[in-house]
């Protein structure tokens, strides 16, 4: 089993930044893959970001491409989201999440993830 510990959430203005943390309990392999959706009140959990343990390739939803940056740091098992010129539809509750076989079709489909964090909420508002 792998727990999923996230932190970084809070309260910013249109136009802020975040940074998103995300620290795995046990060593990630390198088949591993560790990402982040969000869920707004009322919509469906929606893929957001993510990246490969083994060479770190990253991938991005649309709406987050030139905003959003996720990095690893593999002495850590960590994962961080840095979050600029964020808007408020990007507030809800992001929630981080690992696999250890995920291909790369399947990861905006966040029934093929298997390890969830609790979440921390985003909200972006004036």
């Known amino acids: 089993q792998v727990q999923l510990v996230e932190s970084g959430g809070g309260l910013v203005q249109p136009g802020g930044s975040l940074r998103l943390s995300c620290a795995a309990s046990t060593r990630t392999s390198s088949r591993f893959t560790m990402g982040w959706f969000r869920q707004a009140p009322g919509k469906a959990r929606e893929f957001v970001a993510a990246?490969?343990?083994?060479?770190?390739?990253?991938y991005y939803t649309e709406s987050v491409k030139g905003r959003f940056t996720l990095s690893k740091d593999n002495t850590r098992n960590t994962i961080y989201l840095q979050m600029n010129n964020l808007k408020p539809e990007d507030s809800g509750v992001y929630y981080c999440?690992?696999?250890?076989?995920?291909?790369?079709?399947?990861?905006?489909?966040?029934?093929?993830?298997?390890?969830w964090g609790q979440g921390t909420q985003v909200t972006v508002s004036s």
């Open positions: 990246i490969r343990w083994s060479g770190g390739q990253t």
């Open positions: 999440t690992a696999d250890g076989t995920l291909i790369v079709s399947s990861i905006g489909n966040k029934d093929q993830w298997d390890y």
